[in-house]
């Protein structure tokens, strides 16, 4: 099974910071990459799919970059709705979940 | 609307086996896999296993080989997991989820999600 690793597994930040969140796979994945987020009680959402594309309906202050092994999930513009976990998924291989970020203030 | 429904809460023993539901509705049934997932109180995500409801076919990540069954039932357009020789560390959320594909594309992800079930390994 491919490793998922993702980094850090929680940070601070206030309103208006910009946040980056960084996810490494064991091997390459090429562009087979997802960023979802979880808040407390709820079901994952997808944020960014196919490493940098947005999904619709999802607020552009998000954004995927990378390929291959490293990827990266920004955040432009912290606001209060974003303070929740987020996990990286590669769906190049059956599928794996990196550890989660929990993003608090 | 496309939804995945799950069974009720369970409470076993350890060393007992659970059957955890999800039935699907407003789409092609054999058309998309359903993939399970398990979170842990506190825990990150964990992908266990897939099948394919059109040929019931399935792949189980490499933890659960051997103790996890995936079936399905095309007549009642339900997706089964059943975990066995179950340990307190088996306690979590269960959630089914079906693959959605980009348009045209080869890229998929999860959703929709079921509403999970919780299953609690208790003596």
Redesign the interface.
């Given at each position: 099974d491919i490793q998922m690793t993702q980094s850090p597994s929680s940070l601070s930040a206030s309103i208006g910071d910009r946040v980056t969140i960084t996810c490494r796979s064991s091997q390459t994945i090429y562009s087979y990459l997802n960023w979802y987020q979880q808040k407390p009680g709820k079901t994952p959402k997808v944020l960014i799919y196919a490493a940098s594309t947005l999904q619709s309906g999802v607020p552009s202050r998000f954004s995927g970059s990378g390929s291959g092994t490293n990827f990266t999930l920004t955040i432009s513009s912290l606001q209060p709705e974003d303070f929740a976990t987020y996990y990286c998924q590669q769906s190049y291989s059956t599928r794996t979940f990196g550890q989660g970020t929990k993003v608090e203030i | 609307q496309v939804h995945l429904v799950q069974s009720e809460a369970e409470v076993k023993k350890p060393g007992a086996s659970v059957r955890v539901s999800c039935k699907a509705s407003g789409y092609t049934f054999s058309s998309y896999a359903v993939?399970w997932?398990r979170q842990a109180p506190g825990q990150?995500?964990?992908?266990m296993g897939?099948i394919n409801p059109g040929n019931g076919n399935t792949?189980l990540?490499?933890?659960f080989q051997g103790r996890v069954t995936i079936t399905r039932d095309t007549s009642a357009t339900t997706v089964y997991v059943e975990l066995s020789r179950l340990s307190f560390e088996d306690t979590g959320l269960y959630?089914c989820a079906r693959d959605t594909f980009?348009p045209g594309?080869?890229?998929?992800?999860?959703?929709?999600?079921?509403?999970?079930t919780l299953v609690t390994v208790s003596s």
């Open positions: - | 993939h997932v990150s995500l964990e992908w897939w792949r990540s490499q933890k959630y980009s594309g080869p890229y998929n992800w999860f959703d929709p999600w079921g509403q999970g």
